[in-house]
């Protein structure tokens, strides 16, 4: 059973930039393809961000593309969520999942594990 911790989240201003990192505690890691989910207080969890396992493929959702990144170091077991542009609306928990399959997956029902969660919060 992989363990997921994410870290990184914060305060930052509109405008700025956040790196989270999840470190997986599976040493094959790289047989995973993760995701990255967010939940904004009175809202449901939400797509951000999945990577296959190789990461070659990725997809990031319509309201963070051209924004955020997913990226993974399979060496490290560590995938991460490079956050740029950052506003208001991005303020969330982020999770990071994990999931035994080659295909990536845009949704929560598809994942097994799951981090903790790491707090971003932006000011506007």
């Known amino acids: 059973q992989v363990q997921l911790v994410e870290s990184g989240g914060g305060l930052v201003q509109a405008g700025g930039s956040l790196r989270l990192s999840c470190a997986a505690s599976?040493?094959?890691?790289?047989?995973?393809?993760m995701g990255w989910f967010r939940q904004a207080p009175g809202k449901e969890r939400e797509f951000v961000a999945t990577?296959?396992?190789?990461?070659?493929?990725?997809n990031h959702a319509d309201s963070v593309k051209g924004r955020f990144t997913i990226s993974r170091d399979n060496a490290q077991n560590t995938v991460y969520l490079q956050m740029n542009s950052l506003t208001h609306e991005d303020t969330a928990v982020y999770y990071c999942?994990?999931?035994?399959?080659?295909?990536?997956?845009?949704?929560?029902?598809?994942?097994?594990?799951w981090g903790q969660g790491t707090q971003v919060t932006v000011a506007s």
């Open positions: 999942a994990a999931r035994p399959e080659a295909a990536i997956s845009t949704y929560d029902r598809e994942y097994d594990y």
């Open positions: 599976e040493r094959t890691f790289k047989n995973y393809a």
């Open positions: 990577i296959s396992r190789s990461g070659t493929i990725r």
